[in-house]
């Protein structure tokens, strides 16, 4: 029987990785181009965070507010970065998401050859994975961190128990994990898990350096936070999860389980494999506990809006490397290992493209498509300057360049600081204050987040609204009062906006 150390023992060259590699790179691209991918709405917060960066004018969304209304201050930098380059938000975004999967993928290859091929096909095989990876969001370079840091934990283990090394974690692995947290929040849990694997390390004063290095871009960054932003903990998080009990909990539960049951033949070939190397005390152990760790931060966050299982994106790679290491592992010839892997293949696939799944992900797909043109014909239209209470702060925000209230509170401090009881309403959309919202004054508030094919009446307007914050507003006399619907003729429609009155009522 083969063994996950024997594998590591015999490392493929470098060249040889690299070719492996580039058939999942393009496997990738094809997959995405035949299943329709494109950025959601919630990248063009990404983009105007980092178009603001490259314009010098901070990591703000609106001028002169400091709110941390986005995820990976690594992804906002990456993209920002692109800005500098004269490469468009969108596109920029774009990239930093596919190249962080393509080079996820090549990192699989690159540590671990055949079986890492075998996973990286896996991984193209389940939809979330290649869905997400061209959305021009987080998830595919925070699941890149992910995959990194423990093939990097795996090959340190490897060689200091081949007595290769003084130290089981080294230190550049140390600051690999500790740096996870920069891409997504929930990187603290691999700092934790690999604080936790590595006990013997933390024996002597010598040996505390390397978790020292590990939490210090943790340090780092909380300090830089709360200096800048003057908070501890993202805006995003008191938005989503602050307030947060047992039925948000509930909720994140069965939002795991039914990214479980999508990813099925994945979960049950891991679980096999976990049970195998959890009773050797193997190395591959590593990936099985940070697998759970953040399984148990979805619960935590109490799961998510979009389709497509985005939450669980980031440790589909180690599923995948898992199953991958079981079907290498079995005592029958190279032939048969081979079906497995394509069998395995094959039923991912199967699972993971659950139709109903895949037609709500299209049409996030078509509304941040519809919203963007809404921006450009509202900037064409009304011309710049102007401000805007929303809850859709992507695309038409960007677009415009307006000042903008978040009215679920993903961007406003006061809105994200609500004592609301998480876990009853819509995920992610549960706080919101229209009195607030009403007494900051925009000009425009959009509670219509559709193309109309028609005009219709006012009163009509107000009945055909949907969204608990936009119902809210709807329903408050003070709006009714001080705005007025005006309706914006666009190329397929009309935009239903309503514009306050100047000098009152």
Same mark, same amino acid.
Request: some cysteine.
């Given at each position: 029987?083969?063994?996950?150390?024997?594998?590591? /023992?015999?490392? %493929?060259? *470098?060249?040889?990785? =690299? $070719?492996?590699? &580039?058939?999942?790179?393009?496997? @990738?691209?094809?997959?995405?181009?035949?299943?329709?991918?494109?950025?959601?709405?919630?990248?063009?917060?990404?983009?105007?965070?980092?178009?603001?960066?490259?314009?010098?004018?901070?990591?703000?969304?609106?001028?002169?507010?400091?709110?941390?209304?986005?995820?990976?201050?690594?992804?906002?930098?990456?993209?920002?970065?692109?800005?500098?380059?004269?490469?468009?938000?969108?596109?920029?975004?774009?990239?930093?998401?596919?190249?962080?999967?393509?080079?996820?993928?090549?990192?699989?290859?690159?540590? /671990?050859?055949? %079986?890492? *091929?075998?996973?990286? =096909? $896996?991984?193209? &095989?389940?939809?979330?994975?290649? @869905?997400?990876?061209?959305?021009?969001?987080?998830?595919?370079?925070?699941?890149?961190?992910?995959?990194?840091?423990?093939?990097?934990?795996?090959?340190?283990?490897?060689?200091?128990?081949?007595?290769?090394?003084?130290?089981?974690?080294?230190?550049?692995?140390?600051?690999?994990?500790?740096?996870?947290?920069?891409?997504?929040?929930?990187?603290?849990?691999?700092?934790?898990?690999?604080?936790?694997?590595?006990?013997?390390?933390?024996?002597?004063?010598?040996?505390?350096?390397?978790?020292?290095?590990?939490?210090?871009?943790?340090? *780092?960054?909380?300090? =830089?936070?709360?200096?800048?932003?003057?908070?501890?903990?993202?805006?995003?998080?008191?938005?989503?999860?602050?307030?947060?009990?047992?039925?948000?909990?509930?909720?994140?539960?069965?939002?795991?389980?039914?990214?479980?049951?999508?990813?099925?033949?994945?979960?049950?070939?891991?679980?096999?494999?976990?049970?195998?190397?959890?009773?050797?005390?193997?190395?591959?152990?590593?990936?099985?506990?940070?697998?759970?760790?953040?399984?148990?931060?979805?619960?935590?966050?109490?799961?998510?809006?979009?389709?497509?299982?985005?939450?669980?994106?980031?440790?589909?790679?180690?599923?995948?490397?898992?199953?991958?290491?079981?079907?290498?592992?079995?005592?029958?010839?190279?032939?048969?290992?081979?079906?497995?892997?394509?069998?395995?293949?094959?039923?991912?696939?199967?699972?993971?493209?659950?139709?109903?799944?895949?037609?709500?992900?299209?049409?996030?797909?078509?509304?941040?498509?519809?919203?963007?043109?809404?921006?450009?014909?509202?900037?064409?239209?009304?011309?710049?300057?102007?401000?805007?209470?929303?809850?859709?702060?992507?695309?038409?925000?960007?677009?415009?360049?307006?000042?903008?209230?978040?009215?679920?509170?993903?961007?406003?401090?006061?809105?994200?600081?609500?004592?609301?009881?998480?876990?009853?309403?819509?995920?992610?959309?549960?706080?919101?204050?229209?009195?607030?919202?009403?007494?900051?004054?925009?000009?425009?508030?959009?509670?219509?987040?559709?193309?109309?094919?028609?005009?219709?009446?006012?009163?009509?307007?107000?009945?055909?609204?949907?969204?608990?914050?936009?119902?809210?507003?709807?329903?408050?006399?003070?709006?009714?009062?001080?705005?007025?619907?005006?309706?914006?003729?666009?190329?397929?429609?009309?935009?239903?906006?309503?514009?306050?009155?100047?000098?009152?009522?």
């Amino acid at each position: 029987m083969q063994t996950d150390a024997g594998h590591a /023992r015999r490392s %493929p060259p *470098l060249i040889l990785s =690299l $070719l492996l590699g &580039a058939v999942p790179v393009a496997l @990738l691209f094809l997959v995405v181009r035949h299943l329709g991918g494109g950025l959601i709405d919630d990248a063009f917060i990404f983009c105007r965070y980092a178009a603001n960066i490259a314009a010098g004018q901070g990591a703000v969304f609106n001028s002169g507010e400091r709110v941390e209304g986005f995820t990976s201050p690594a992804h906002a930098l990456v993209t920002a970065a692109l800005v500098t380059m004269g490469i468009e938000a969108p596109v920029a975004a774009w990239w930093v998401s596919m190249g962080a999967a393509a080079l996820s993928l090549v990192a699989l290859c690159l540590f /671990r050859g055949a %079986p890492g *091929l075998c996973a990286a =096909l $896996l991984a193209i &095989a389940a939809a979330p994975f290649a @869905l997400w990876a061209s959305t021009g969001m987080d998830s595919s370079l925070f699941a890149l961190a992910i995959t990194i840091s423990v093939l990097m934990v795996e090959a340190d283990l490897d060689r200091w128990r081949r007595g290769e090394s003084p130290s089981p974690i080294s230190k550049r692995t140390w600051f690999a994990a500790g740096s996870a947290v920069i891409v997504r929040p929930e990187g603290i849990l691999l700092l934790m898990i690999v604080i936790a694997i590595a006990p013997r390390h933390l024996t002597s004063i010598r040996g505390v350096g390397g978790p020292l290095i590990g939490v210090a871009p943790v340090i *780092l960054l909380t300090l =830089l936070r709360g200096a800048y932003y003057g908070d501890w903990v993202p805006n995003t998080f008191r938005a989503k999860v602050g307030g947060g009990g047992v039925d948000l909990w509930a909720r994140g539960l069965d939002y795991l389980a039914d990214s479980g049951i999508a990813l099925a033949p994945l979960v049950l070939l891991a679980s096999a494999h976990a049970w195998r190397v959890l009773r050797r005390r193997e190395t591959a152990a590593v990936g099985t506990w940070i697998t759970v760790a953040l399984a148990a931060g979805i619960v935590f966050e109490g799961g998510d809006h979009f389709p497509m299982h985005r939450l669980a994106v980031p440790f589909i790679p180690l599923l995948c490397l898992a199953s991958s290491r079981l079907i290498w592992s079995l005592d029958v010839p190279g032939r048969a290992r081979s079906v497995a892997a394509a069998a395995a293949v094959c039923l991912t696939a199967t699972c993971s493209l659950q139709p109903a799944m895949l037609e709500r992900f299209r049409l996030e797909l078509t509304l941040a498509r519809t919203w963007d043109s809404m921006g450009r014909e509202m900037l064409r239209q009304l011309g710049s300057g102007h401000s805007i209470a929303l809850t859709n702060a992507g695309a038409i925000p960007f677009r415009t360049g307006w000042h903008t209230i978040d009215m679920i509170g993903l961007l406003d401090r006061h809105i994200a600081a609500r004592p609301v009881r998480l876990g009853h309403g819509y995920t992610g959309h549960e706080k919101y204050d229209s009195a607030y919202v009403l007494n900051r004054e925009p000009d425009f508030i959009l509670i219509h987040t559709w193309i109309w094919r028609s005009i219709v009446s006012g009163d009509e307007a107000l009945r055909r609204v949907s969204g608990d914050a936009n119902l809210d507003m709807s329903h408050a006399p003070r709006f009714r009062s001080t705005y007025y619907l005006r309706w914006l003729a666009m190329p397929n429609g009309f935009v239903a906006l309503y514009e306050r009155r100047r000098g009152g009522p």
